[in-house]
C-alpha cells in the first residue's frame, strides 16, 4: 500500500518574514498526553513543528516533550491544564504568549483533540458526566477555535485547525447520545467555519475517525471483544495531519470507516439498528 506523501510546512510569507513576523511555527495540541494527541504531536514534531502540549496529566507531558527532544530536537511547551474547568480554559492561550514571544515563534496549527464520552444509556449517565462531555466537547473546542483564529489574524501567516470529531458524529450511536451529539456539532461548526474561512491563509480540517486503540475506551466504559475496523493512532494522527496540511475542510481515515459512513443516508431507524449491531461485534460493557 502507498502511503500518502507528507506535505511540507508551508513556509512563512516572504514579504511578512522580512518586515519581523515569526518564522518557527508552533502547533498546540489538547489531549496530547495519549492516544491520537500524542500519536499527533509526534507526527507534527517529525515534520519540524515545534509544540505547545495540553493536557491535564503533568507527568506525561513532560516524558512525551524529552523524548520529541531526543528524536526529533522539538522545542516544546508544556501545560496542565483541565479543558473542561472554565478557569482553566479561559488562561490557557495567555500562558502561551510568553514562550510563543521568544526566539520568532507564532501558532501555527491548533489540535483540538481533547474529548470524553460515557458509553451508556442516556438515562443512566450522571448529570456531571453529561456537563463535563459539553464543557469538553463543544465548549472548549469552539473557545480555544475563536482564539486561535484571532491569533492567526494577526500574525498572517498559514495556519490550519483540525479538530477531531468521530465517525459518531455522521453515524448516531445508541448509547453514545451526549457523545455522538457533540461531535456532530464539531462537524457542522467546522464545515461552517472552513466555509466562513476559505479566503483567508486559515484552514479548517474536521477529522472523523471510527474506532481507535487508545485508553478512551477505557475512560467511556467499553471493553474490546474484537479488532476487526479498529485503527492505530499512529495511523489516524499520519492521515489526519496529511489531511489538514492539504487544506481537505473533512477527513475520514480509513476505507472501512469511509465506507461504514454511507450508513448516514439511510433512513434513521435502520441506521440506527445498524450502527448498535456495529458497535456491539467490537465492544461490551466494561464489567
Same mark, same amino acid.
Given at each position: 500500500?502507498?502511503?500518502?506523501?507528507?506535505?511540507?510546512?508551508?513556509?512563512?510569507?516572504?514579504? %511578512? &518574514?522580512?518586515?519581523?513576523?515569526? !518564522?518557527?511555527?508552533? =502547533? $498546540? *495540541?489538547?489531549? +496530547?498526553?495519549?492516544?491520537?494527541?500524542? %500519536? &499527533?504531536?509526534?507526527?507534527?514534531? !517529525?515534520?519540524?513543528? =515545534? $509544540? *505547545?502540549?495540553? +493536557?491535564?496529566?503533568?507527568?506525561?507531558?513532560?516524558?512525551?516533550?524529552?523524548?520529541? !527532544?531526543?528524536?526529533?530536537?522539538?522545542?516544546?511547551?508544556?501545560?496542565?491544564?483541565?479543558?473542561?474547568?472554565?478557569?482553566?480554559?479561559?488562561?490557557?492561550?495567555?500562558?502561551?504568549?510568553?514562550?510563543?514571544?521568544?526566539?520568532?515563534?507564532?501558532?501555527?496549527v491548533l489540535v483540538n483533540n481533547a474529548g470524553t464520552g460515557?458509553?451508556?444509556?442516556?438515562?443512566?449517565?450522571?448529570?456531571?458526566?453529561?456537563?463535563?462531555?459539553?464543557?469538553?466537547?463543544?465548549?472548549?473546542?469552539?473557545?480555544?477555535?475563536?482564539?486561535?483564529?484571532?491569533?492567526?489574524?494577526?500574525?498572517?501567516?498559514?495556519?490550519?485547525?483540525?479538530?477531531?470529531?468521530?465517525?459518531?458524529?455522521?453515524?448516531?450511536t445508541a448509547r453514545f447520545a451526549v457523545y455522538a451529539g457533540?461531535?456532530?456539532?464539531?462537524?457542522?461548526?467546522?464545515?461552517?467555519?472552513?466555509?466562513?474561512?476559505?479566503?483567508?491563509?486559515?484552514?479548517?480540517?474536521?477529522?472523523?475517525?471510527?474506532?481507535?486503540?487508545?485508553?478512551?475506551?477505557?475512560?467511556?466504559?467499553?471493553?474490546?471483544?474484537?479488532?476487526?475496523?479498529?485503527?492505530?493512532?499512529?495511523?489516524?494522527?499520519?492521515?489526519?495531519?496529511?489531511?489538514?496540511?492539504?487544506?481537505?475542510?473533512?477527513?475520514?481515515?480509513?476505507?472501512?470507516?469511509?465506507f461504514s459512513s454511507l450508513v448516514r443516508f439511510l433512513p434513521?431507524?435502520?441506521?440506527?439498528?445498524?450502527?448498535?449491531?456495529?458497535?456491539?461485534?467490537?465492544?461490551?460493557?466494561?464489567?
Amino acid at each position: 500500500m502507498t502511503l500518502p506523501q507528507k506535505p511540507t510546512i508551508p513556509a512563512p510569507h516572504p514579504s %511578512a &518574514t522580512q518586515a519581523g513576523t515569526p !518564522a518557527q511555527p508552533v =502547533a $498546540l *495540541i489538547t489531549g +496530547a498526553s495519549s492516544g491520537i494527541g500524542e %500519536a &499527533t504531536a509526534k507526527e507534527l514534531a !517529525a515534520r519540524g513543528f =515545534a $509544540l *505547545i502540549l495540553v +493536557a491535564r496529566r503533568a507527568d506525561r507531558l513532560q516524558a512525551l516533550s524529552e523524548q520529541l !527532544a531526543v528524536d526529533y530536537g522539538t522545542q516544546s511547551l508544556c501545560l496542565s491544564c483541565d479543558l473542561s474547568r472554565r478557569e482553566d480554559l479561559n488562561g490557557l492561550m495567555a500562558r502561551t504568549q510568553p514562550w510563543l514571544g521568544e526566539s520568532g515563534r507564532y501558532l501555527a496549527v491548533l489540535v483540538n483533540n481533547a474529548g470524553t464520552g460515557v458509553w451508556k444509556v442516556f438515562a443512566d449517565q450522571q448529570a456531571g458526566q453529561i456537563q463535563r462531555d459539553i464543557d469538553l466537547n463543544v465548549t472548549a473546542l469552539t473557545t480555544l477555535s475563536h482564539a486561535f483564529v484571532h491569533e492567526a489574524r494577526k500574525h498572517g501567516q498559514p495556519a490550519y485547525l483540525l479538530n477531531v470529531a468521530s465517525l459518531a458524529g455522521m453515524l448516531p450511536t445508541a448509547r453514545f447520545a451526549v457523545y455522538a451529539g457533540t461531535k456532530a456539532y464539531v462537524r457542522q461548526f467546522s464545515e461552517i467555519l472552513a466555509y466562513e474561512l476559505r479566503q483567508t491563509p486559515i484552514r479548517v480540517t474536521c477529522v472523523h475517525p471510527g474506532g481507535v486503540l487508545t485508553e478512551f475506551m477505557e475512560h467511556s466504559g467499553q471493553t474490546l471483544k474484537g479488532t476487526t475496523g479498529m485503527m492505530s493512532a499512529e495511523a489516524v494522527a499520519r492521515l489526519a495531519v496529511t489531511a489538514m496540511l492539504s487544506g481537505k475542510a473533512s477527513y475520514i481515515p480509513g476505507v472501512l470507516n469511509k465506507f461504514s459512513s454511507l450508513v448516514r443516508f439511510l433512513p434513521a431507524p435502520v441506521r440506527l439498528r445498524l450502527v448498535e449491531r456495529s458497535m456491539l461485534i467490537t465492544v461490551q460493557d466494561t464489567p
